[in-house]
Protein backbone atom coordinates (compact mmCIF):
# COMPACT_ATOMS: atom_id res chain seq x y z
CA UNK A 1 0.00 0.00 0.00
CA UNK A 2 3.19 2.36 0.86
CA UNK A 3 4.58 1.60 -2.47
CA UNK A 4 1.07 2.59 -4.14
CA UNK A 5 1.22 5.79 -2.45
CA UNK A 6 5.13 6.52 -3.35
CA UNK A 7 4.56 5.73 -6.89
CA UNK A 8 0.92 8.36 -7.06
CA UNK A 9 3.17 11.05 -5.35
CA UNK A 10 5.76 10.75 -7.99
CA UNK A 11 3.34 10.60 -11.02
CA UNK A 12 1.96 14.08 -9.60
CA UNK A 13 5.27 15.94 -9.12
CA UNK A 14 6.33 14.97 -12.35
CA UNK A 15 2.51 16.00 -14.06
CA UNK A 16 3.05 19.20 -12.06
CA UNK A 17 6.76 19.76 -13.73
CA UNK A 18 5.69 18.88 -17.26
CA UNK A 19 2.73 21.48 -17.27
CA UNK A 20 4.94 23.81 -15.94
CA UNK A 21 7.16 23.75 -18.73
CA UNK A 22 4.61 23.21 -21.15
CA UNK A 23 3.69 27.42 -19.53
CA UNK A 24 7.01 28.57 -20.38
CA UNK A 25 6.97 26.96 -23.57
CA UNK A 26 4.07 28.83 -24.45
CA UNK A 27 5.37 31.95 -23.16
CA UNK A 28 8.52 31.67 -25.23
CA UNK A 29 6.77 31.47 -28.52
CA UNK A 30 4.23 34.75 -28.07
CA UNK A 31 5.50 37.29 -30.55
CA UNK A 32 7.68 35.16 -32.17
CA UNK A 33 7.00 32.40 -34.80
CA UNK A 34 4.01 30.66 -35.38
CA UNK A 35 3.44 26.81 -34.21
CA UNK A 36 4.52 25.41 -37.60
CA UNK A 37 8.02 27.24 -36.69
CA UNK A 38 7.28 29.83 -40.11
CA UNK A 39 8.01 33.48 -39.12
CA UNK A 40 5.80 36.02 -38.07
CA UNK A 41 4.34 38.57 -40.54
CA UNK A 42 6.72 40.67 -42.42
CA UNK A 43 7.04 43.78 -40.51
CA UNK A 44 8.36 47.11 -41.52
CA UNK A 45 11.37 47.83 -42.90
CA UNK A 46 12.18 50.49 -39.97
CA UNK A 47 13.59 47.49 -37.65
CA UNK A 48 16.74 45.47 -37.86
CA UNK A 49 17.49 42.06 -37.66
CA UNK A 50 20.67 40.50 -36.32
CA UNK A 51 23.18 40.96 -38.94
CA UNK A 52 22.23 44.85 -39.14
CA UNK A 53 19.65 44.31 -41.78
CA UNK A 54 15.91 44.44 -42.10
CA UNK A 55 13.44 42.67 -40.35
CA UNK A 56 10.89 43.32 -43.11
CA UNK A 57 10.54 39.79 -44.72
CA UNK A 58 8.22 38.09 -47.66
CA UNK A 59 9.25 35.30 -50.66
CA UNK A 60 10.89 38.05 -52.37
CA UNK A 61 13.20 39.69 -49.63
CA UNK A 62 13.82 36.41 -47.78
CA UNK A 63 15.41 34.56 -51.33
CA UNK A 64 17.79 38.63 -51.34
CA UNK A 65 19.08 37.89 -47.76
CA UNK A 66 19.24 34.23 -48.07
CA UNK A 67 21.57 35.05 -50.99
CA UNK A 68 22.91 37.42 -49.01
CA UNK A 69 23.32 40.03 -51.43
CA UNK A 70 21.59 42.76 -53.74
CA UNK A 71 21.19 42.47 -57.64
CA UNK A 72 20.35 45.49 -59.57
CA UNK A 73 20.12 46.60 -63.14
CA UNK A 74 22.09 50.09 -63.76
CA UNK A 75 23.16 51.34 -66.74
CA UNK A 76 26.69 51.93 -67.86
CA UNK A 77 26.73 54.51 -69.99
CA UNK A 78 24.38 57.25 -68.43
CA UNK A 79 26.48 60.33 -66.88
CA UNK A 80 25.11 61.59 -63.49
CA UNK A 81 23.04 58.07 -63.15
CA UNK A 82 24.92 54.90 -64.26
CA UNK A 83 28.48 55.36 -65.91
CA UNK A 84 31.28 52.57 -65.73
CA UNK A 85 35.02 54.33 -65.50
CA UNK A 86 36.93 52.27 -67.86
CA UNK A 87 40.24 52.73 -66.56
CA UNK A 88 38.96 51.44 -62.64
CA UNK A 89 35.86 49.41 -63.52
CA UNK A 90 33.59 51.38 -60.86
CA UNK A 91 29.96 52.09 -61.43
CA UNK A 92 28.71 55.51 -60.46
CA UNK A 93 25.63 57.99 -60.51
CA UNK A 94 22.97 58.94 -58.71
CA UNK A 95 20.88 55.69 -59.56
CA UNK A 96 24.24 53.46 -58.26
CA UNK A 97 23.75 55.37 -54.68
CA UNK A 98 20.00 54.86 -54.51
CA UNK A 99 20.54 51.49 -55.06
CA UNK A 100 23.22 50.71 -52.69
CA UNK A 101 21.16 52.49 -50.09
CA UNK A 102 18.40 50.19 -50.46
CA UNK A 103 21.11 47.29 -50.10
CA UNK A 104 22.17 49.04 -46.87
CA UNK A 105 19.13 49.40 -45.27
CA UNK A 106 18.14 45.62 -46.58
CA UNK A 107 21.42 43.65 -45.19
CA UNK A 108 23.24 46.22 -43.21
CA UNK A 109 25.70 46.72 -45.78
CA UNK A 110 25.89 49.02 -49.24
CA UNK A 111 28.44 46.55 -50.01
CA UNK A 112 26.39 43.73 -50.59
CA UNK A 113 25.20 44.00 -53.80
CA UNK A 114 26.20 43.29 -57.13
CA UNK A 115 25.69 45.60 -60.15
CA UNK A 116 24.40 44.66 -63.68
CA UNK A 117 24.60 46.48 -66.92
CA UNK A 118 21.08 46.87 -68.39
CA UNK A 119 19.77 48.86 -71.44
CA UNK A 120 16.20 50.46 -71.77
CA UNK A 121 16.06 46.91 -74.23
CA UNK A 122 17.20 44.34 -71.89
CA UNK A 123 16.39 45.60 -68.67
CA UNK A 124 12.89 43.98 -68.55
CA UNK A 125 14.18 40.68 -70.06
CA UNK A 126 16.72 40.29 -67.37
CA UNK A 127 14.39 41.11 -64.55
CA UNK A 128 11.75 39.00 -65.37
CA UNK A 129 15.07 35.95 -65.97
CA UNK A 130 15.62 36.68 -63.00
CA UNK A 131 19.15 37.77 -63.89
CA UNK A 132 18.54 40.87 -61.31
CA UNK A 133 16.31 41.97 -58.20
CA UNK A 134 15.41 45.03 -59.72
CA UNK A 135 15.96 47.65 -61.99
CA UNK A 136 16.99 51.14 -61.38
CA UNK A 137 17.97 52.84 -64.08
CA UNK A 138 16.37 55.81 -65.41
CA UNK A 139 13.43 53.96 -66.52
CA UNK A 140 9.87 55.85 -66.42
CA UNK A 141 6.95 54.63 -65.44
CA UNK A 142 4.34 54.01 -67.82
CA UNK A 143 1.14 52.13 -68.08
CA UNK A 144 2.41 49.96 -70.88
CA UNK A 145 5.55 48.97 -68.74
CA UNK A 146 2.76 47.95 -65.97
CA UNK A 147 2.00 45.13 -67.66
CA UNK A 148 5.19 43.95 -67.90
CA UNK A 149 6.80 44.75 -64.06
CA UNK A 150 5.84 46.48 -60.96
CA UNK A 151 7.10 49.63 -60.02
CA UNK A 152 7.99 51.86 -57.16
CA UNK A 153 7.22 54.90 -56.09
CA UNK A 154 8.43 57.76 -57.90
CA UNK A 155 12.18 58.67 -57.19
CA UNK A 156 13.20 61.28 -59.59
CA UNK A 157 11.21 63.76 -61.59
CA UNK A 158 12.56 63.96 -65.13
CA UNK A 159 11.29 65.27 -69.16
CA UNK A 160 12.24 64.96 -72.47
CA UNK A 161 14.18 67.30 -73.52
CA UNK A 162 16.71 68.28 -77.06
CA UNK A 163 20.59 68.05 -77.42
CA UNK A 164 21.92 70.16 -79.58
CA UNK A 165 25.50 71.62 -81.16
CA UNK A 166 25.70 75.24 -79.50
CA UNK A 167 24.57 77.72 -82.44
CA UNK A 168 22.17 75.03 -83.85
CA UNK A 169 19.17 76.62 -85.21
CA UNK A 170 16.75 74.45 -83.54
CA UNK A 171 15.88 76.12 -79.94
CA UNK A 172 13.04 74.20 -78.95
CA UNK A 173 11.08 70.72 -80.09
CA UNK A 174 8.41 73.57 -82.42
CA UNK A 175 11.90 73.97 -84.52
CA UNK A 176 11.86 69.93 -85.58
CA UNK A 177 10.21 68.76 -88.62
CA UNK A 178 9.71 65.48 -90.43
CA UNK A 179 12.77 66.15 -91.89
CA UNK A 180 15.41 66.31 -88.60
CA UNK A 181 18.06 64.02 -88.47
CA UNK A 182 16.89 62.69 -84.55
CA UNK A 183 18.68 60.49 -82.40
CA UNK A 184 18.04 58.12 -78.90
CA UNK A 185 18.31 54.73 -77.73
CA UNK A 186 16.20 51.80 -78.81
CA UNK A 187 13.27 50.92 -76.24
CA UNK A 188 13.03 54.75 -74.59
CA UNK A 189 10.35 55.83 -74.31
CA UNK A 190 11.70 58.87 -75.91
CA UNK A 191 11.25 57.79 -79.67
CA UNK A 192 7.58 57.18 -79.21
CA UNK A 193 7.06 60.46 -77.83
CA UNK A 194 8.82 62.48 -80.49
CA UNK A 195 7.20 60.18 -83.09
CA UNK A 196 4.06 61.46 -82.01
CA UNK A 197 5.26 65.12 -81.19
CA UNK A 198 6.19 65.32 -84.97
CA UNK A 199 4.04 63.45 -87.49
CA UNK A 200 6.13 61.51 -90.24
CA UNK A 201 9.61 61.99 -88.02
CA UNK A 202 11.45 58.65 -88.01
CA UNK A 203 14.15 58.42 -85.15
CA UNK A 204 17.46 57.15 -85.71
CA UNK A 205 18.14 54.13 -83.10
CA UNK A 206 21.44 53.24 -81.48
CA UNK A 207 22.06 50.74 -78.84
CA UNK A 208 23.17 52.81 -75.71
CA UNK A 209 23.21 56.26 -75.39
CA UNK A 210 26.98 56.69 -75.45
CA UNK A 211 26.73 55.84 -79.30
CA UNK A 212 23.86 58.15 -80.16
CA UNK A 213 25.83 60.89 -78.81
CA UNK A 214 29.13 59.92 -80.54
CA UNK A 215 26.71 60.07 -83.62
CA UNK A 216 25.53 63.41 -82.69
CA UNK A 217 29.35 64.57 -82.07
CA UNK A 218 30.40 63.20 -85.31
CA UNK A 219 27.50 64.61 -87.51
CA UNK A 220 25.36 62.03 -87.99
CA UNK A 221 21.90 63.56 -86.51
CA UNK A 222 20.56 67.61 -85.73
CA UNK A 223 19.57 66.54 -82.17
CA UNK A 224 19.28 63.90 -79.88
CA UNK A 225 16.72 63.84 -77.53
CA UNK A 226 15.87 61.90 -74.23
CA UNK A 227 15.09 62.58 -70.72
CA UNK A 228 16.76 66.63 -69.82
CA UNK A 229 18.65 64.31 -66.70
CA UNK A 230 20.50 62.21 -69.35
CA UNK A 231 21.58 65.28 -71.80
CA UNK A 232 22.53 66.82 -68.69
CA UNK A 233 25.23 64.17 -68.09
CA UNK A 234 26.08 64.69 -71.74
CA UNK A 235 26.71 68.11 -71.99
CA UNK A 236 29.24 68.22 -69.24
CA UNK A 237 30.75 65.60 -71.01
CA UNK A 238 31.36 67.95 -73.63
CA UNK A 239 30.41 71.93 -73.20
CA UNK A 240 29.87 72.10 -77.24
CA UNK A 241 26.69 70.76 -76.80
CA UNK A 242 23.68 72.08 -75.08
CA UNK A 243 20.51 71.60 -73.73
CA UNK A 244 17.55 73.32 -75.33
CA UNK A 245 13.60 74.07 -75.00
CA UNK A 246 11.74 73.45 -72.21
CA UNK A 247 10.70 69.66 -71.64
CA UNK A 248 7.75 68.54 -74.15
CA UNK A 249 6.96 65.44 -71.76
CA UNK A 250 7.20 64.09 -67.82
CA UNK A 251 9.33 61.51 -67.37
CA UNK A 252 8.68 59.94 -63.18
CA UNK A 253 11.05 57.57 -62.89
CA UNK A 254 10.33 54.08 -60.80
CA UNK A 255 12.22 51.11 -59.64
CA UNK A 256 11.36 48.52 -61.27
CA UNK A 257 10.52 44.70 -59.85
CA UNK A 258 8.89 41.26 -61.25
CA UNK A 259 5.49 41.54 -60.32
CA UNK A 260 3.65 39.44 -57.66
CA UNK A 261 5.97 41.10 -55.13
CA UNK A 262 4.18 43.11 -53.31
CA UNK A 263 7.26 42.63 -50.15
CA UNK A 264 10.10 44.13 -52.63
CA UNK A 265 7.77 46.96 -53.45
CA UNK A 266 6.54 47.68 -50.21
CA UNK A 267 10.09 47.77 -48.53
CA UNK A 268 11.85 49.79 -51.37
CA UNK A 269 8.77 52.38 -51.26
CA UNK A 270 9.63 52.30 -47.41
CA UNK A 271 13.21 53.01 -47.60
CA UNK A 272 12.56 56.03 -50.11
CA UNK A 273 10.46 57.52 -47.62
CA UNK A 274 13.09 57.32 -44.65
CA UNK A 275 15.70 58.46 -47.12
CA UNK A 276 14.14 61.44 -47.88
CA UNK A 277 12.90 62.36 -44.53
CA UNK A 278 16.19 61.89 -43.26
CA UNK A 279 17.99 64.22 -45.94
CA UNK A 280 19.89 61.04 -47.20
CA UNK A 281 17.89 61.16 -50.76
CA UNK A 282 18.54 64.76 -50.72
CA UNK A 283 22.01 64.84 -50.01
CA UNK A 284 22.53 62.00 -53.11
CA UNK A 285 20.46 64.28 -55.16
CA UNK A 286 22.48 67.12 -54.76
CA UNK A 287 25.49 65.48 -55.18
CA UNK A 288 24.64 64.18 -58.78
CA UNK A 289 22.35 66.66 -60.20
CA UNK A 290 24.33 69.75 -58.51
CA UNK A 291 21.23 71.28 -56.70
CA UNK A 292 18.71 70.39 -54.33
CA UNK A 293 15.17 68.94 -55.39
CA UNK A 294 12.42 70.78 -55.75
CA UNK A 295 9.79 70.71 -53.31
Do not use: H
Not at 24 to 48: M, Q, R, V
Amino acid sequence: MKRSKGWLSLVMVLTLVLLALAGCGNKDNAGGTSGSGSPSPAGSPSGGSGGGGSAASGKALDGIKKRGKLVVGVKYDTKLFGLKDPASGKVEGFDVDISKAIAKKLLGDENKIELKEVTSKTRINMLNNDEIDMIVATMTINEERKKEVDFSDIYFNAGQSLLVKKGSPIKSIKDVTKDTKVLSQKGATSVKNIEEKVPGLRVQQFDNYQDAFTALKSGQGDVLTTDNAILYGMMKQDPNFEVVGEPFTEEPYGIAVKKDTPDLVKFINDTLKELKSSGEYDKIYTKWIGEAPKK
